[in-house]
C-alpha cells in the first residue's frame, strides 16, 4: 500500500511528533510505501508583524499547499492520504484536493480542534466546554488561543468555514481517536459515528525491563517519584508541587520536560523549600525513558482533556504504575488499583495521600507495576497496533 503521511510539527516536540514518527516507522517496518509531506510552525517567525494576517489567512485555506499537494497526489497516486495536524502552514486546504483526485483520507485526532481552538478545553486553570456548548464566539470573547482575541478568531474562522463548506463530514473519510472518552466528545461535537475509529497510540520501541525482571515490573526499586512532560498549565505540576508541601515523608521528585513555566514551577519549588524535588528540563526520548525505568511510580497530573496521555503508556512499558487525575480519558486509561492510582483533579490534599501512600507500599506498588506491564504487552506495543491501524485503512479504501 502506498500512503502519503501529512504533519505540520510544533515548534516544541510533543507527543504527537511522536506518534508521528512512530507510525512512519511502523508502515515502512510493514513494506508499506510511505510518503512524506511535512512543514513545520518554525515557518510562523517568517511572518512578523503585519504580515501575520497573511499568515492567519493561509491558516484558513492555503492555495500555495494544496497547489503542491495536488502535485504529490498527482505524481505518486497514493492509495490512501493519512493526516496527523495541519494546522497552522498547511491548512485543511488539502482534505478537497484529496477530494478532487479521489483519494481517501484518515485524519488522526490528536487534540481537540475541531471543536475547541485551543484544541484542549481548558481556559483559566479549568476545564471549559464553552464552545461545544454554545458557540466559537465564546472563545474569541475570550481571547483563549495566545491570549488574543484577533488570533482565536483567526482560528475560528478557520472551524467556520470548515464548518460551513462541510470539509469535516464530506472530505475526510474517516477519523482515528485515542480513547472512547475522546469519541464521545467528537460525537458531541458533530462528528458522524460511522467515521470515527478508536485505535490507541503505542511505544516503540519496547524499552523493556531492567534485566532480572522479566515480566515482574521495576516499581519497587525505584528510588523516586516522577512527572515527565511540558511544563504548561494544563499539566497542573503547580499542583504536584502543592502536594509535595503537604508531604510527610521526604520523597524524591524529578520533573522532567521544558516549557512557559519552568521558572516560576521551580521558584515556587524553592520559595516551599522542596530541595527534594529536581528538574531536570527537556531530556531526549531515550533519556526521559530511563529515567522513567528508575521511578517508583509515575505522576500524571493533567487537569484538561488528555486525548491519550503517552506517558502513562512509556511507564507501562517500564513496568512502573501511574498516580494519575480522575478526568478524561486518563481514569480510562489507568485502571484504579491495579495498574495506578486516581487522585481528584486539582486536589493537591488528595494526591499528597495517593503519593505517601504508594511510597510506604512498595510491595503493592510492585504488583501494580506487574500488572502495567501486562496492560503494555496486551493493548499498546507495534505488534498490537499494526492490525488495528491495517483494519481502519482497509475499510477506508474499500
Partial sequence: ??????????????????????????????????????????????YPGVKRLVLLQKAIWNDD?????????????????????????????IYSACCEAGVPVVQTLHNYRLLCPVGTFFRNGKVCEECLDHTLWRSIRNGCYRDSRAETAAVGMMLAVHRTRHTWERDVTSYIVLTEFARKKFLQGGLPAEKIFVKPNFVHPDPQLPAGDGNHGSASEGTYAIFAGRLSPERR???????WTRLRSRIPLVIVGGGEERDQLEKKASGDNLDMVQFKGFLAHDQTIAAIRGARFLIFSSEWYETFGLTIIEAFACGVP??????GAMQEIVDEGRTGLHFTPGDGEDLAEKVEWAWNHPERMRLMGR????????KYTAEKNYPLLMEIYQRVVA
Fill in 1 to 46: 500500500m502506498k500512503i502519503i503521511l501529512v504533519h505540520c510539527h510544533y515548534q516544541q516536540p510533543g507527543g504527537e511528533d511522536v506518534v508521528f514518527e512512530q507510525e512512519r516507522q511502523l508502515l515502512e517496518h510493514a513494506g508499506h510505501q510511505v510518503v512524506i509531506y511535512h512543514r513545520s510552525n518554525f515557518e510562523v517567525d517568517d
Fill in 65 to 93: 499547499a494544496r497547489r503542491e499537494f495536488a502535485a504529490l497526489l498527482r505524481a505518486e497516486k497514493p492509495d490512501l492520504v493519512h493526516v496527523h495536524n495541519t494546522w497552522i502552514m498547511i491548512s485543511p486546504s
Fill in 237 to 243: 505540576v503547580s499542583t504536584l508541587l502543592d502536594a
Fill in 322 to 327: 501511574v498516580i494519575c487525575s480522575r478526568i
Fill in 371 to 378: 500488572e502495567a506491564r501486562r496492560e503494555y504487552e496486551t
